[in-house]
């Protein structure tokens, strides 16, 4: 569970360059309030330091060029961008 | 208690392709300049473009800036300012080729030369024949330009404040801009930029309609900065829209769908666009299938349980045609509607996409103001560039590509000025006693607000307002009564509260401040339009309709001008159009047919 301090900074953080980030992002956290592991937070936070389109690219399941150790973060945002 | 207080040469204010390449020229001339961006600057929206930068190169075929000016004087309705757009029309070539020195990495042609596409509007002999005009780097062309300009402006010095949101402007007693109020996230806290001059570079205010293309950050801050210091805001009542946003999501669906053959169909599964446009069918201009699509909507003919969409029909294109020539619409499809669009047809509806509209300025940058008689007198210390500004190059409609143009050129321009006016050599005009008052004010009525409603639900009440009566399709009734709510809702909006009241990094006290800016963007947009009783490029009100006086309901006599609305008083003023462009004949009024 995040603090309110780490969650909201999560989230001014998931303000993106594009909409399609923004959306899933958003959806993400809209589902899942601040209830992230530590780990999950790591690796959400490394992912979201990514380039716009980069960070798509993994989303979207295009690319698998996402830092070391985040595989189940890439897997909660591929399954969030399809769970509507 | 003291505020701290930063003391710059320039202080911009957004990190997008306009604010950067601004201070790149600022700092390159060995100017002190402090960039503030609400994110980092990468992030900014300037990512999001894809299509290429326009600049008449004639790498694919004959092509000149003469004929750039004409396709954009007429896609802008005749609203545009020719000198600003000769200008700009001009200086393209140039502001690319730096770019490129610049290690931008543009598509090649075989030879070595910039490769470039086609784009709608863009035409070779005045309108003869189309021409590729789009300078750019595969579908990455903002990302490809925001990281080049950044890098460019770290070897040159230019400070950076990621994660700043500016406040307010600053005004001495004699009107002159002396620097800007911010609020630093990570800590709560308040500072004073003092500059000797503050240029906004804020970008759009897409995030007023419900629909709409923009990010989430698009919140027209420097509109509502601009606004609240009494500066008018020009023609905010053109807005442009594309026809086919996802609904609900507004993620963008290529017009290249229309182009393999998609049809728009209404919830009896008409092919409506048959009857409005008998020819052209579903390929009819952007604006005008964006205004069928919404009377569909309106006249009780959208799809879905609320009647509130349009549905693009690929079915028929079948599933290899579809993931070999529009894969990115499948995956679109499947990520934003959850529609497999083989099988099904995908929920649309007309959506925001770009604001002509912005803080008014001249071909330098410097934002002017109408004073003693002059329309265009010159705010001291104040400058304005990019999708915030009006100068006016786009007017009532913008031509794609045209927009990073824009940011370039007169991003450019705007450094210039200031650095043939010796600014290095200027002192800082002295800050008024009271500089963040106002500011504070603001932050501490928020801090103590205990009842009131949430920033964020009165925002969304505003989107849907705005969308309802400043839409695509606009009715002279429509238009005045979204004036009434949209006054209301501002009512609403003067007293928010907030559940979060910590002072480190708190979101919630952002997204308020973002809410009274994106209030005064809809009062401008919306208090404009309703008054505006005309037809014109993007603003198309039904009771204006095509007459032999009046083709296409554009009444020249009376409309052919500015709009300037000022936030005080919520009160309108007209300025005349810059007809004559700087050293050629001016493009003579005509009908806009395609
Ligand atoms: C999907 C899409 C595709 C597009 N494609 C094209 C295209 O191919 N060609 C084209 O010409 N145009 C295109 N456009 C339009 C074009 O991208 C924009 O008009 C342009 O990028 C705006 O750039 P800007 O520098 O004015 O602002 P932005 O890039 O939006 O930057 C604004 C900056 O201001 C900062 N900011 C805002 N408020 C504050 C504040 N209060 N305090 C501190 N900082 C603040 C932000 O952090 C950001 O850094 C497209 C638009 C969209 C939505």
């Known amino acids: ?83 509507h | 208690m ?61 092509d000149n800036w ?62 003869e024949k ?32 990621v994660e700043w949101m500016a406040l307010d402007i600053i005004r001495d007693a004699e009107g002159d801009v002396v620097g800007v109020t911010a609020l630093e996230m990570e800590t709560g806290e308040v500072s004073i930029f003092h500059a000797k001059c503050v240029l906004f570079a804020t970008g759009g205010a897409g995030r007023i309609f419900a629909a709409s293309t923009n990010a989430f950050i698009n919140t027209g801050d420097g509109l509502g900065m601009a606004a609240r210091a009494g500066i008018p805001l020009e023609d905010m009542e053109f807005w442009q829209f594309h026809p086919t946003g996802v ?49 569909e909507i309106k006249e009780g003919r959208g799809c879905g349980p609320n009647g509130d969409y349009i549905a693009l029909d690929l079915t028929h294109l079948g599933g290899e045609t579809i993931m070999k020539r529009l894969p990115s619409v499948h995956e679109i499809g499947k990520n934003f509607a959850n529609v497999d669009v083989i099988k099904e047809p995908i929920p649309v509806v ?28 010159v705010v001291n210390g104040f400058y304005a560039i990019g999708e915030c500004s009006c100068v006016s190059v786009h007017g009532a409609n913008r031509l794609g590509t045209n927009s990073l143009l824009d940011l370039l050129v007169f991003g450019r321009a705007a450094g210039n000025h200031l650095i043939e006016t010796a600014l290095a050599s200027k002192a800082h005009k002295p800050l008024p006693a009271n500089a963040a008052d106002y500011s504070l004010a603001r932050i501490a009525k928020l801090d103590q607000s205990n009842s009131g409603e949430y920033p964020q639900d009165v925002a969304n009440d505003l989107r849907r307002a705005m969308q309802t009566h400043a839409g695509v399709f606009r009715t002279q009734k429509s238009m005045d009564e979204g004036v009434v ?59 204006y309709g095509d007459t032999p006086e009046h083709p296409l309901g554009r009444n020249d006599e009376v409309w052919m001008k500015h709009t300037l609305w000022y936030s005080e008083g919520n009160r309108l003023d007209y300025k005349p159009v810059q007809t004559k462009p700087l050293t050629v004949d001016t493009v003579p009024l005509a009908k806009r047919t395609f």
Not at chain 1, 25 to 41: I, K, P, Q, V
Not at chain 2, 32 to 57: D, E, M, N, Y
Not at chain 2, 79 to 105: N, S, T, W
Request: one cysteine or more.
């Open chain 1, 1 to 83: 569970m995040l603090t309110d301090l780490e969650f909201s900074k999560l989230r001014w953080r998931c303000r993106r360059g594009f909409l399609e980030n923004d959306i899933i992002l958003t959806r993400l956290l809209d589902r899942r309030g601040a209830n992230f592991t530590a780990e999950e937070h790591e690796q959400l936070l490394a992912l979201i330091s990514l380039d716009d389109n980069d960070l798509w690219e993994i989303i979207a399941g295009r690319s698998d060029d996402f830092p070391q150790g985040c595989n189940g973060m890439v897997e909660t945002l591929r399954q969030t961008r399809v769970n």
């Open chain 2, 66 to 127: 003469h004929y750039h000016f004409y396709d954009t004087v007429k896609g802008s309705d005749w609203l545009g300012d020719q000198d600003a757009i000769e200008f700009m029309c001009r200086e393209a070539p140039k502001v690319v080729y730096e770019l490129e020195h610049m290690g931008m990495p543009f598509d090649r042609n075989p030879d070595g030369t910039i490769y470039q596409r086609p784009f709608g509007g863009h035409s070779a002999k005045y309108g």
């Open chain 2, 350 to 377: 007309p959506t925001i996409h770009y604001q002509m509209g912005g803080i008014p300025t001249n071909i330098h940058g410097q934002v002017v103001v109408p004073r003693n008689g002059n329309p265009n007198t």
């Open chain 2, 485 to 543: 709510k949209v006054l209301a809702i501002a009512e609403r909006a003067a007293s928010l509260s907030l559940k979060d009241k910590s002072k480190v990094f708190n979101t919630a006290r952002i997204e308020a401040l973002e809410v009274a800016n994106l209030m005064e963007a809809a009062k401008a947009t919306m208090v404009s339009a309703a008054a505006r009783k005309e037809s014109r490029g993007a603003h198309t009100v039904d009771d």
């Open chain 2, 130 to 161: 189309p021409v590729p005009r789009a300078c750019a780097a595969a579908d990455r062309t903002g990302h490809a330009m925001l990281h080049t300009l950044y890098q460019q402006n770290v070897k040159s010095n230019t400070t950076f404040f």
């Open chain 2, 2 to 62: 003291a505020l701290s207080v930063h003391k710059y040469d320039a202080v911009v204010v957004g990190a997008g392709g306009a604010g950067m390449r601004c201070s790149l020229q600022l700092a390159r001339a060995g100017l002190r300049v402090a960039v503030l961006s609400k994110v980092f600057p990468t992030r900014s929206h300037t990512v999001a473009a894809q299509g290429g930068i326009g600049a008449s190169l004639g790498n694919m075929d004959e």
């Open chain 2, 247 to 295: 609904h609900n999501a507004g993620v963008l669906l290529t017009e290249g769908c229309r182009g393999e053959g998609a049809i728009l169909r209404n919830k009896d599964g008409e092919r409506f666009m048959e009857r409005y446009a008998p020819k052209l069918k579903d390929l009819a201009p952007r604006d005008f299938v964006s205004r069928c699509m919404d009377q």
